[in-house]
């Protein structure tokens, strides 16, 4: 059984920049989700998505988008990088309507 | 109401001793309490996770106690190891849609 990988592991942005990060599920999850962490604090949702579909987004400017492909996969978007946009990135997939989350070890994202 | 409160922020505990972090909820609506485990430099990654519907749930020495009607619940870490030194998160969630995560504790167990 495969688990959730990410990639890129680190990069380094400029403020303004769009940076696209990628994510793979575990095998037979239909559910992604996306998580930002900033350092010391806990996860704070972004978005989800089921079957190709964002089915949930939290506090995030439309500036953070998403796709999640049919073996799905799914990627995260963010545009016009801000310096608080330094953070963690977390992918985490699931079984539909479960709350048993599988993550991936993030991207670490640092924008100067 | 979406938050989860959690404490101590950081917990420092001799080896055989008992580690207890605490968690409290508003939003009725959740139906799903895990907790998580991260290392440094890793993903969080699931410890153990209770549904209001019991009081109490073990695994191991990890033990969840849930108070309901005071919409607490909280982690125990017994016969803590130096190797559960770690941060861990309490979270809920609702149908098993957007997980909402408390601040996090780190703990550090004393060899």
């Known amino acids: 059984e495969t688990g959730v990988t990410q990639s890129p592991t680190h990069l380094i942005k400029t403020r303004g920049q769009q940076v696209t990060l990628r994510c793979s599920s575990q095998?037979?999850?239909?559910?992604v989700s996306w998580y930002q962490q900033a350092l010391g604090q806990g996860p704070q949702f972004i978005f989800q998505?089921?079957?190709?579909?964002?089915?949930g987004r939290g506090n995030f400017p439309p500036r953070f988008s998403g796709l999640q492909f049919p073996n799905y996969s799914s990627e995260l978007n963010v545009n016009a990088l801000e310096l608080d946009d330094s953070a963690l990135y977390l992918c985490?997939?699931?079984?539909?309507?479960?709350?048993?989350?599988?993550f991936g070890e993030g991207s670490r994202l640092t924008v100067l | 109401q979406q938050q989860v409160k959690q404490s101590p922020q950081s917990l420092i505990v001799q080896k055989g001793g008992i580690s207890i972090i605490n968690c409290a909820y508003e939003n009725t609506a959740f139906d799903y309490f895990p907790w998580y485990q991260q290392f440094p430099g890793k993903g969080p990654a699931l410890l153990i996770a209770i549904r209001p519907d019991v009081s109490e749930k073990k695994e191991g020495r990890f033990t969840i106690s849930f108070n309901k009607s005071a919409k607490q619940f909280s982690l125990h870490i017994m016969d803590s190891q130096p190797g559960d030194s770690a941060t861990y998160f309490c979270a809920a969630n609702t149908g098993g849609f957007k997980t909402i995560f408390g601040a996090g504790t780190r703990l550090f167990v004393k060899a």
């Open positions: 998505y089921y079957r190709e579909e964002e089915n």
């Open positions: 095998s037979g999850h239909n559910t």
């Open positions: 985490a997939s699931s079984l539909e309507n479960t709350g048993e989350l599988f």
